[in-house]
């Protein structure tokens, strides 16, 4: 009984030190660190790492990340949206810069990633900044040269809190806004729901590779959604982001 | 924080288990103790805002495993797993 | 390890007040939980001390107490002065045998022992109201055990049954490197603390 894509890896995985080589604002709530790792010996699509801060008293405090970057950029970024109330959130979307340290473990997940071998067609759905380890997905079948046909639907409050908005802009991504939407959007402006899900998606018949990541409630609802129109549970993974404390 | 923010995935353990079992335990696949349900650790429910964490089974919600990090260890119990089944690398 | 630069933790200042070793005030009121949040309909509810029951609608005609107390947990952060309403656990022990340890038991399932000792003596009790609400179910209600001095995973959300004992029996974090007893004051988090 096979359970993954590709080999198991095993590999000693342990905290690594880690520069923050770049810093992209993304939104006015969501920055894009992009990090040097030495030693970084490449990720999948779809796989996060953990990031911990060390404070000069020694408190310590990590959070998990999807990598936002492809395999085929050879480096790990992470895009982080800030929680108002959070304590990590606010200082790497505001505070952090180039030159700044920390660690990284990583990168982990194997379940919840997809490469070009696994092909498609491929069903991206993405509730707020879960949208991250969908960009890294997408940014790696376009690097890669794939063909799989590709969908991306994005759940968004806002014009202004969509991350990668020029990046992933297309015939194949749908935005709906949830609280607000542009003047003159003509688009989807209310939660995902079953019927969305089939019009913008895939047929089941096609047997579409269903990737959902966000919050837990949009997750499960999401999922329950696909099922219900007929997706194989097979053919959907899942990553919940909780509020772990930002 | 709601309960919905409360509860996540097995991808959410993915960087502790992955120190804890030196390969990436996401995929492996996990069956319950209680109610036999088997599933990829990785969409098995996590709950990790705790002295520890939890991940449980996505059939009954019985815990299939623990993990505290209690200083420099790990302290791990899988009695709640029936069998956990990896790939082998060959 | 690498210093990040200008990263500190959240915590408001602790001013004049003390706080147990390793403590930190949290301005919020973080939800930890082992599991999800039990939803039990308050006319199933139950609690059973030792050989006794009540009903919900019973247990709200015992005295009650308010009272303000601090509380510590142990993944580090406090919060000074909270207020709850509830039940002296003095009072559910009206007329039972003593016994020498405790083990408190949830809906969902989660355990946790204590010294019977340490629920006695206006040190514990079972709280239903959190400043001035009904205790909300992430909190542990509709009715959770409250044992200030001790660290808060004592404090066994959704409780449902103080079993009386003659042995000590580790609850759920017990049994995984938590402390057996859990004195803030003496930092025991973990065994050999």
């Known amino acids: 009984m096979s359970s993954a894509t590709g080999a198991t890896e095993r590999r000693i995985v342990g905290w690594q030190p880690a520069t923050v080589r770049e810093v992209i604002r993304e939104t006015p709530s969501a920055t894009t660190l992009i990090l040097d790792v030495p030693g970084w ?40 949206e800030r929680l108002d109330d959070g304590e990590v959130s606010p200082y790497l979307v505001d505070d952090a810069q180039p030159g700044d340290a920390l660690e990284i473990r990583g990168p982990v997940g194997g379940w919840f990633v997809w490469e070009t071998s696994d092909g498609g067609p491929l069903m991206l ?122 | 924080m709601d309960e919905n923010d409360a509860r996540l995935d097995g991808n959410a353990a993915a960087g502790l288990l992955a120190e804890v079992f030196a390969f990436d335990a996401t995929t492996a696949m996990v069956r319950c103790s209680s109610c036999g349900h088997a599933d990829p650790l990785g969409a098995a429910t996590v709950y990790s805002h705790a002295p520890g964490v939890v991940v449980r089974c996505r059939g009954c919600s019985g815990v299939l495993m623990r993990f505290a990090e209690i200083r420099d260890r790990v302290m791990v119990d899988m009695r709640g797993a029936a069998w956990v089944e990896l790939q082998a690398t060959g | 390890m690498p210093i990040t630069r200008g990263f500190r933790r959240r915590a408001e200042s602790p001013g004049d007040a003390a706080l147990p070793p390793g403590q930190y005030l949290t301005p919020g ?133 103080l079993e009386i004992t003659e042995t000590d029996e580790p609850g759920f974090w017990e049994t995984l490197g938590y402390h057996n007893y859990g004195d803030p004051w003496r930092e025991q988090r973990y065994w050999g603390d």
Request: glycine fraction near 10%.
């Open chain 1, 41 to 80: 010996r490449g990720h999948r699509a779809g796989q996060h790492a953990d990031i911990r801060l060390t404070a000069e008293d020694g408190y310590q405090a990590q959070r998990s990340y999807s990598i936002a970057s492809a395999p085929e950029d050879g480096y790990p970024s992470i895009t982080v």
């Open chain 1, 125 to 246: 759905v993405a509730g707020g900044s879960g949208v991250v380890p969908l960009r890294s997905i997408l940014r790696h079948r376009a690097l890669a040269g794939s063909d799989a046909p590709a969908r991306l639907l994005l759940s968004a409050r806002a014009p202004e809190s969509v991350i990668y908005r020029d990046e992933l802009a297309g015939a194949d991504t749908t935005i709906t806004y949830t609280r607000s939407a542009p003047d003159g959007w003509t688009g989807y402006a209310r939660r995902v729901d079953r019927d969305m899900l089939a019009a913008v998606g895939f047929a089941p018949a096609e047997r579409p590779r269903i990737y959902i990541c966000g919050p837990t409630a949009f997750v499960e609802g999401v999922a329950a959604d696909a099922v219900a129109l007929g997706h194989h549970t097979d053919r959907i993974r899942t990553e919940r982001f909780g509020a772990t404390g930002g």
């Open chain 3, 29 to 161: 009121f973080p939800v930890l939980s082992a599991g999800p949040t039990p939803h039990v309909p308050l006319d199933a509810w139950r609690l059973t001390v030792g050989p006794q029951s009540w009903t919900w609608d019973e247990f709200l005609e015992l005295p009650s107490e308010s009272i303000t107390v601090d509380i510590h947990c142990v993944t580090s952060w406090s919060k000074l002065a909270t207020n709850w309403e509830g039940v002296s656990v003095d009072t559910l022990l009206e007329g039972l045998e003593p016994g020498a340890y405790v083990m408190a038991g949830s809906y969902g399932g989660y355990t946790t022992n204590l010294p019977l000792e340490d629920l006695t003596d206006g040190k514990a009790w079972v709280a239903y109201n959190y400043e001035g609400e009904p205790l909300e179910p992430e909190h542990g209600g509709p009715a959770r055990l409250l044992v200030p001095h001790l660290y808060f995973w004592k404090s066994a959300k959704w409780v449902t049954e």
